[in-house]
DNA sequence: CGAGCTTGTTGGCAGTGTGCCAACAAGGCC
DNA sequence: GGCCTTGTTGGCACACTGCCAACAAGCTCG
């Protein structure tokens, strides 16, 4: 027995930062912020509490880089871009993978959704609103097939955000409540999604229209 | 000068309690929870620190009780209860004060509707759903008139949820990114209103219906 | 095949912030 | 005016984070 088996072993950097970073997450996603310790995780993770440091810093920036992987999973459901197919058939495709993502994702979904600070935690909104702007990207590419998604009229993006809320809203029903069944919560994403984007729509752009509007956003 | 001013002034409990609580609720609104210390909040109370954990027990504590305290307004739009009344008139009025609390309590709503932990925070998710769960019943209430809101079909309360979804997102465009005017969101808030509850509310209802769905909610 | 080097990894030290408690004093009561 | 209640203080002990210098695993080159 020349040099017994190694205390430790080495792992590629990459490596190491992905398996703290997992054990980080699932860490984080199970209880709250100060309730997880770093001495934690390193344990988890079973490596020495310093190269939690070495990797990603402080304690706050190794939790801002697991909110960040755990929303790089879409936030809400969209229709796949039509290719002159028929609308109403993408839409119910596009529900049905959002269910279907969910119901393989259930805790990591519901877990990013809810990460956010109390109150003005700059950092952790920033990284949730950028998601959600990229889902209301998709959700408008759809349905203006051609054009750019970042050139869309404001109003067009705030009423595809508040379709977002309630798709989130649903989804947790059907997930976490039990008060919808995956049936429901189909339909029930599918048809205000027609009746957001085809009546309300409408209403909140004739409600732009008349620039008669003395009072526009309070400061 | 016989004995000079006293070196601090003696508060009542609920008094002393109510001013500690309401610089925390400040502080915590403006910082995440890690970037305030109990330090900061004693200074700027005028108090010792040590006071703070007399009237709270830990940091936490008061953090959970300036929650408590922040989301003891409403979350979502209301409809009064219809008296005989029209009901499109008491919708567009409950819409009406709901915009008008929105403009009133701007910072204080935005900071308590991101009130979440990161991920499975139960304590401060049990207080945000209670909140919310009342704000449904009141909805409930107006569209059933003498009814009990509990006892009210799950599908129902789900839909309402969904609608609150709806509701906050919209309302966050218009205070915070201003993409919508205040009209708008009243467009937006009062049509997708009638469509959630008169349109989608049926179909959720008859996916419910035929009692052949092998899969519920998945575990 | 061993010496040397790169760099992933460790263990511990210093600084900061929290939780708690015993002593103090402000203001009311007799 | 002395006593008593209790709101308030200051500081001690502990826990945890952030950091760094030393260590060693495993590769490379002679």
Known sequence: MTAAAPRWNRLEHDERRAQILACARRLFSERHFGAVSTAEIARAAGVARGLIHHYFGTKRDLYLEAVRSMVSMPLQPVPTE????????LLAEGVERWLEMLSRN???WIAARGAQGFGRDGEVEAILEEAREGAVDQVIAALRPGADPAAAPAELRAVARAYAGLAEATSLEWLQHGRLTREQARALLYESF???FRQVLDAVESAGDPAIQPKA???
């Open 82 to 89: 039509l290719d002159g197919r028929d609308p109403e058939q």
């Open 106 to 108: 259930r805790e990591t």
């Open 194 to 196: 027609i009746a957001v």
């Open 217 to 219: 956003i309070p400061a």
